[in-house]
């Protein structure tokens, strides 16, 4: 690729369409950007739609540590009938009128789903349980369990409840839900556990993400957008947006680039990664403040 088309490093926030794996996106941001050289930051159900984080070049350094932030959703949680996944794309299991579950009831749920919580993932989720993808493991017909994991739902919100009738006949309430989670959390996992709480069963029929950590859906483009007109936003605005900013003279910058672990300011110490700028503003390097020093995680200058 000459210098002239030369894709730039940064993150591309893409608006994923309902439909589309994580992978798929990736396979097509590698055609639209003209490289290898793409990844995400965690992964976002075919189902759901919403922001999804890909890196392009060297960003691609980034994007474990930016696959730990927090998230937030937009969802419809269906009560009254479960399903295999756990969401609309599975085979129905059960249906329970629930149009006899109170707007009371369903807060008293949601109450208990929120804060620090210990939750057990879908099992059709890409958790891998002794080295195998939970995913196939239950395709397969395996009979198996999944440990619960902790997660943090720092807000759990219902916007509107709406009476429904399922095709199958079934009086069933559709709840709109907003969630702010910590990463790691499963939406589906919450909709089938407010629902087994209040005794109906229940699951997810839509969701969006939009946040991931410092990215929202305003800054996201769809593939189609992007195809046209490739945004990418640049290395240095994507770390200053997500981490701790430290800022080093030319000569503290060229040693940490070089891998002395130099002293880092008391106001880091616990801070996880911090992103280095040099005077002219360009970002060098990820490092995190261990005994008092500066540990290279990626180093990008």
């Known amino acids: 690729m000459t210098e002239k088309h030369r894709t730039p490093d940064g993150l591309v926030i893409v608006d994923k369409p309902s439909g589309f794996t994580s992978h798929d996106v990736v396979a097509k941001m590698r055609g639209i950007a003209r490289t290898r050289r793409v990844g995400h930051a965690g992964t976002l159900d075919p189902m759901a739609t919403g922001v999804l984080v890909l890196g392009v070049e ?69 958790i891998k349980i002794d080295g195998v993808r939970s995913y196939k493991r239950a395709r397969e017909g395996e009979d198996f369990e999944i440990p619960a994991r902790p997660v943090r739902i720092s807000s759990f919100a219902v916007y509107d409840v709406r009476d429904a009738v399922a095709e199958d006949g079934t009086p069933v309430l559709d709840l709109v839900v907003s969630v702010v989670c910590s990463s790691g959390t499963y939406i589906r996992a919450l909709a089938r556990d407010l629902g087994a709480d209040l ?103």
């Open 199 to 301: 005794g109906v069963g229940g699951h997810l029929t839509a969701l969006r993400r939009t946040r991931v950590g410092p990215y929202k859906l305003d800054s996201a483009r769809t593939l189609d957008q992007l195809q046209q007109e490739l945004t990418v936003m640049p290395l240095a605005e994507a770390a200053e947006a997500a981490f701790p900013r430290w800022d080093v003279d030319t000569g503290r910058g060229r040693l940490l680039l070089n891998g002395v672990r130099l002293e880092m300011p008391d106001e880091y110490a616990g801070a996880g990664a911090v992103g280095v700028f040099d005077p002219e503003g360009r970002f060098l390097a990820l490092v995190e403040e261990q005994k008092g020093k500066a540990k290279s995680l990626a180093v990008f200058g």
């Open 58 to 126: 060297k960003a691609t350094k980034l994007l474990g540590h930016l696959a730990l932030t927090e998230k937030e959703y937009l969802g419809t949680i269906r009560l009254g009938q479960n399903t295999l996944t756990d969401d609309a794309e599975g085979d129905l299991i059960s249906s329970t009128d629930a149009s006899g579950v109170t707007r009371e009831a369903v807060d008293a749920g949601i109450a208990k789903l929120s804060g620090d919580i210990m939750q057990v993932p879908s099992k059709v989720s890409a």
